[in-house]
């Protein structure tokens, strides 16, 4: 709550103080400090200004400067701690108000690739998604920690080269920044490779929060053999810096210890620079400066005057689009095209550029000063690998081995453990069987949650290792290389290389890769990038071409799922080509990404990846598709029917799974399927799929599971060859339709959220489902023909 907020006759107690400079500092001398008593006298006729009592006499502030003062009633601390409620003793509220001014927001802000999610987790315990390529953070992660009496509240933003607003990560931190107001930025900076990430920390110098900048991957530096004078380097641009290896949590108490001496304003580090430019563009900046103060209360408060200049003078269409309803806007425009014009005839560059430029030869005069590099004799390994790796021959076919070796180890590496769990469901679903009468709970249990479960779970070794690989690549450095030597073929479709990694990541899941493509500036390629995700097979369709793959192509399963997903590659491409020439215009955007170092990923990080991703397979497995499984059950199991005592027990099972209400959608659906090769059976478990892929599975294994009951079967792969309902070529079809056709639930949430509608998600499912439909029926003939 805000001290605006507070009515007439009631009272609070001051958490923070909020804004810069000149109207703080005012503030602070009147007394409103935190744990400070105010108490709201009176409102003026036009509910502004406010008249407030604090340490014993009264003062007026305006209602927008109230708006910066955080306060704390005593009904809202009853509301949060449920122990006041019942005994609001005066001790214990003293307790709880020191509790609260005892609590610290803090952002963590860095280039992308900077390593701030792993100073994140080593903080707070979290498990936010790490690794060694640009753009895996891209929303806000959040959490706490206590610390000798505080609690530390964390943000982790999105990685941003600087607070400009041409991509959404820039505009999406700058807003938080300005918006949340944290009490302290932690600016994360890469200690091998200052004079980049630097850039960002002048912005943030720029923008004047508390700040204190964690040199992560210290150690790289040192084994480098450079040396930097930490110490001097902070007293130079006025912000304490703390050494940190994250990953092996190494400087985190000293990096908590800055923070909170710079939360209390005791660290006598922190002094607030001004980064003084050219001659010719310092006068500007300074005059415009100077004609905005004189109308400071037309100005937001969450933005320093000389920012809102800088930002003028640069054309920043944010930043003026806020300062474009203060009345003396026009004149401040006015001022800013003359000098905007001035630099441009003085020193022949526009002002942005002339300001980049003044930035980083700031920041290369302080290193000159603090960081002394040792000439290295042999070359850096980094440099020996990207030979080969990003050889102008070898790149490409590197990189098609490498997805070969990763698919072909999932299906057979995989096939041992998964072999192993499909006997213990059947052992499973048989001792149960066995233990309890005929009937329906009988058959809920074993064919429809045993069979229906179990149809899915035996695939989670195949997911764990296709999660293996991703995490491997990621964290190595490679993901990066990958879509640097992929540039010049997504560049035919009409993308470029940044489009890569949120395609590769759709092979784990396409809602976190939908998500990923935030990262993309070009408004155009993001949408492309966006719609032809779900063709990238993810670890939910898995199953399916595991199931029939193993089933009927035992003798070449690996290069089955291969092809499957370089041909799902193909359509993406072919898709995105199609979409630009007709939907889009050509994009001009440059490919401009990072390059990290390579990293040997830690055993602890890859089996936290691989857990987190297969812990999501697991909770799934546990609530949508038990769910589904006894939905699909009841279906097929209702209504009862009367059937001849003269049929056999396979026969009355399938007479009565036909004649089910799920029989009945089937034959509904089945003349759409039938030209596929495809019966009753295979067409609802592609309409339950619409949930969650791995339902496909499910539901052939609940159907067969049923119609099996008097056979001797144990396993889906061999209900499906004893059934002698699909030929090899419907089972081909049947895995290209699967993964062609509409994405599940959560992907076309995904889609419409990122691509700013329903209509583009509408698009996608029926584009999708009418490629995936042609495309399964022209494999199907060509295939009975082979």
Same mark, same amino acid.
């Given at each position: 709550?805000?001290?605006?907020?507070?009515?007439?006759?009631?009272?609070?107690?001051?958490?923070?103080?909020?804004?810069?400079?000149?109207?703080?500092?005012?503030?602070?001398?009147?007394?409103?400090?935190?744990?400070?008593?105010?108490?709201?006298?009176?409102?003026?006729?036009?509910?502004?200004?406010?008249?407030?009592?604090?340490?014993?006499?009264?003062?007026?502030?305006?209602?927008?400067?109230?708006?910066?003062?955080?306060?704390?009633?005593?009904?809202?601390?009853?509301?949060?701690?449920?122990?006041?409620?019942?005994?609001? &003793?005066?001790?214990?509220?003293?307790?709880?108000?020191?509790?609260?001014?005892?609590?610290?927001?803090?952002?963590?802000?860095?280039?992308?690739?900077?390593?701030?999610?792993?100073?994140?987790?080593?903080?707070?315990?979290?498990?936010?998604?790490?690794?060694?390529?640009?753009?895996?953070?891209?929303?806000?992660?959040?959490?706490?920690?206590?610390?000798?009496?505080?609690?530390?509240?964390?943000?982790?933003?999105?990685?941003?080269?600087?607070?400009?607003?041409?991509?959404?990560?820039?505009?999406?931190?700058?807003?938080?920044?300005?918006?949340?107001?944290?009490?302290?930025?932690?600016?994360?900076?890469?200690?091998?490779?200052?004079?980049?990430?630097?850039?960002?920390?002048?912005?943030?110098?720029?923008?004047?929060?508390?700040?204190?900048?964690?040199?992560?991957?210290?150690?790289?530096?040192?084994?480098?053999?450079?040396?930097?004078?930490?110490?001097?380097?902070?007293?130079?641009?006025?912000?304490?810096?703390?050494?940190?290896?994250?990953?092996?949590?190494?400087?985190?108490?000293?990096?908590?210890?800055?923070?909170?001496?710079?939360?209390?304003?005791?660290?006598?580090?922190?002094?607030?620079?001004?980064? &003084?430019?050219?001659?010719?563009?310092?006068?500007?900046?300074?005059?415009?400066?100077?004609?905005?103060?004189?109308?400071?209360?037309?100005?937001?408060?969450?933005?320093?005057?000389?920012?809102?200049?800088?930002?003028?003078?640069?054309?920043?269409?944010?930043?003026?689009?806020?300062?474009?309803?203060?009345?003396?806007?026009?004149?401040?425009?006015?001022?800013?095209?003359?000098?905007?014009?001035?630099?441009?005839?003085?020193?022949?560059?526009?002002?942005?550029?002339?300001?980049?430029?003044?930035?980083?030869?700031?920041?290369?005069?302080?290193?000159?000063?603090?960081?002394?590099?040792?000439?290295?004799?042999?070359?850096?390994?980094?440099?020996?690998?990207?030979?080969?790796?990003?050889?102008?021959?070898?790149?490409?076919?590197?990189?098609?081995?490498?997805?070969?070796?990763?698919?072909?180890?999932?299906?057979?590496?995989?096939?041992?453990?998964?072999?192993?769990?499909?006997?213990?469901?059947?052992?499973?679903?048989?001792?149960?069987?066995?233990?309890?009468?005929?009937?329906?709970?009988?058959?809920?249990?074993?064919?429809?949650?045993?069979?229906?479960?179990?149809?899915?779970?035996?695939?989670?070794?195949?997911?764990?290792?296709?999660?293996?690989?991703?995490?491997?690549?990621?964290?190595?450095?490679?993901?990066?290389?990958?879509?640097?030597?992929?540039?010049?073929?997504?560049?035919?479709?009409?993308?470029?290389?940044?489009?890569?990694?949120?395609?590769?990541?759709?092979?784990?899941?396409?809602?976190?890769?939908?998500?990923?493509?935030?990262?993309?500036?070009?408004?155009?390629?993001?949408?492309?990038?966006?719609?032809?995700?779900?063709?990238?097979?993810?670890?939910?369709?898995?199953?399916?071409?595991?199931?029939?793959?193993?089933?009927?192509?035992?003798?070449?399963?690996?290069?089955?799922?291969?092809?499957?997903?370089?041909?799902?590659?193909?359509?993406?491409?072919?898709?995105?080509?199609?979409?630009?020439?007709?939907?889009?215009?050509?994009?001009?955007?440059?490919?401009?990404?990072?390059?990290?170092?390579?990293?040997?990923?830690?055993?602890?990080?890859?089996?936290?990846?691989?857990?987190?991703?297969?812990?999501?397979?697991?909770?799934?497995?546990?609530?949508?598709?038990?769910?589904?499984?006894?939905?699909?059950?009841?279906?097929?199991?209702?209504?009862?029917?009367?059937?001849?005592?003269?049929?056999?027990?396979?026969?009355?099972?399938?007479?009565?799974?036909?004649?089910?209400?799920?029989?009945?959608?089937?034959?509904?659906?089945?003349?759409?399927?039938?030209?596929?090769?495809?019966?009753?059976?295979?067409?609802?478990?592609?309409?339950?799929?619409?949930?969650?892929?791995?339902?496909?599975?499910?539901?052939?294994?609940?159907?067969?599971?049923?119609?099996?009951?008097?056979?001797?079967?144990?396993?889906?792969?061999?209900?499906?060859?004893?059934?002698? &309902?699909?030929?090899?070529?419907?089972?081909?079809?049947?895995?290209?339709?699967?993964?062609?056709?509409?994405?599940?639930?959560?992907?076309?949430?995904?889609?419409?959220?990122?691509?700013?509608?329903?209509?583009?998600?509408?698009?996608?499912?029926?584009?999708?489902?009418?490629?995936?439909?042609?495309?399964?029926?022209?494999?199907?003939?060509?295939?009975?023909?082979?």
């Amino acid at each position: 709550m805000f001290l605006s907020e507070l009515k007439s006759g009631e009272s609070a107690v001051i958490i923070k103080v909020m804004g810069h400079g000149g109207f703080r500092r005012r503030i602070l001398e009147m007394g409103f400090v935190r744990g400070q008593q105010v108490e709201a006298v009176l409102n003026a006729p036009l509910r502004d200004p406010i008249k407030y009592r604090i340490m014993g006499y009264e003062v007026s502030l305006r209602r927008s400067e109230a708006a910066m003062v955080e306060i704390l009633t005593p009904y809202e601390l009853r509301q949060q701690r449920s122990d006041l409620s019942t005994s609001p &003793n005066e001790e214990r509220m003293e307790e709880a108000i020191n509790a609260r001014i005892r609590e610290i927001n803090v952002a963590l802000v860095g280039n992308p690739n900077s390593g701030k999610s792993s100073i994140f987790n080593a903080l707070t315990g979290g498990h936010a998604h790490v690794g060694n390529y640009s753009g895996v953070t891209v929303d806000a992660q959040r959490g706490s920690l206590k610390y000798k009496g505080y609690t530390i509240n964390i943000t982790d933003l999105p990685g941003t080269y600087a607070l400009s607003a041409y991509t959404p990560e820039e505009l999406y931190v700058r807003e938080h920044l300005v918006r949340a107001l944290p009490d302290v930025v932690i600016n994360a900076v890469v200690a091998s490779n200052l004079e980049r990430n630097l850039y960002l920390t002048t912005e943030l110098i720029d923008l004047n929060p508390k700040m204190v900048v964690a040199l992560n991957m210290y150690d790289e530096l040192e084994q480098s053999g450079a040396r930097l004078d930490y110490e001097q380097l902070g007293r130079m641009i006025g912000v304490p810096m703390v050494p940190v290896v994250a990953r092996e949590g190494k400087g985190l108490e000293q990096l908590l210890d800055e923070v909170i001496l710079t939360f209390e304003n005791e660290n006598p580090k922190v002094r607030h620079i001004h980064i &003084n430019y050219s001659s010719t563009l310092e006068a500007e900046v300074r005059g415009l400066s100077a004609v905005m103060k004189r109308h400071l209360d037309e100005l937001p408060k969450y933005f320093p005057p000389r920012y809102c200049a800088l930002k003028m003078l640069e054309g920043d269409k944010s930043v003026i689009g806020i300062l474009s309803a203060a009345p003396h806007f026009e004149e401040w425009q006015r001022y800013a095209a003359r000098g905007a014009a001035r630099v441009r005839e003085e020193l022949d560059e526009d002002v942005e550029s002339a300001i980049t430029s003044e930035k980083y030869g700031f920041i290369e005069g302080a290193l000159a000063e603090t960081l002394h590099i040792e000439k290295q004799a042999h070359e850096a390994p980094t440099s020996m690998i990207d030979r080969i790796v990003t050889h102008k021959w070898l790149g490409i076919p590197l990189f098609l081995v490498l997805m070969f070796v990763m698919f072909w180890t999932t299906f057979t590496l995989g096939a041992y453990p998964q072999e192993w769990i499909e006997l213990g469901f059947g052992w499973l679903g048989d001792a149960v069987g066995a233990m309890m009468s005929e009937g329906a709970l009988k058959d809920l249990i074993v064919d429809g949650i045993i069979g229906g479960v179990g149809s899915v779970a035996v695939f989670l070794p195949n997911i764990l290792i296709l999660y293996l690989f991703i995490s491997l690549m990621e964290d190595s450095g490679y993901m990066a290389r990958a879509a640097f030597i992929m540039d010049k073929v997504m560049h035919i479709a009409g993308l470029h290389g940044k489009s890569f990694i949120p395609l590769v990541m759709g092979f784990g899941c396409n809602v976190p890769a939908i998500m990923a493509t935030r990262t993309i500036e070009s408004r155009s390629s993001r949408l492309i990038t966006i719609l032809i995700n779900p063709f990238m097979s993810c670890s939910a369709r898995l199953p399916v071409f595991i199931l029939l793959a193993g089933t009927f192509f035992p003798e070449c399963a690996g290069v089955v799922l291969f092809g499957l997903y370089l041909f799902g590659c193909l359509m993406a491409f072919v898709t995105a080509r199609v979409l630009r020439r007709f939907f889009f215009g050509e994009d001009e955007t440059p490919f401009v990404m990072e390059l990290p170092p390579y990293r040997v990923p830690t055993l602890k990080a890859t089996l936290r990846h691989m857990w987190e991703r297969s812990e999501q397979y697991l909770k799934k497995i546990g609530g949508l598709i038990l769910v589904s499984a006894v939905i699909i059950w009841f279906l097929s199991y209702y209504p009862r029917v009367d059937v001849s005592p003269q049929m056999s027990g396979v026969q009355q099972e399938q007479m009565q799974s036909e004649n089910s209400y799920l029989g009945r959608i089937g034959k509904f659906c089945e003349p759409v399927m039938e030209p596929l090769g495809l019966d009753w059976r295979a067409s609802v478990a592609m309409l339950s799929g619409a949930a969650a892929k791995e339902i496909v599975v499910s539901t052939l294994g609940v159907l067969y599971s049923v119609e099996d009951a008097h056979e001797n079967s144990t396993t889906l792969s061999e209900q499906l060859i004893a059934s002698h &309902n699909y030929s090899r070529a419907a089972a081909l079809a049947m895995m290209i339709f699967v993964m062609l056709y509409f994405p599940c639930v959560a992907t076309i949430a995904a889609i419409a959220q990122e691509a700013g509608g329903w209509r583009w998600a509408a698009f996608s499912v029926v584009y999708n489902t009418l490629i995936a439909w042609l495309v399964a029926w022209v494999v199907y003939n060509v295939a009975m023909m082979v």
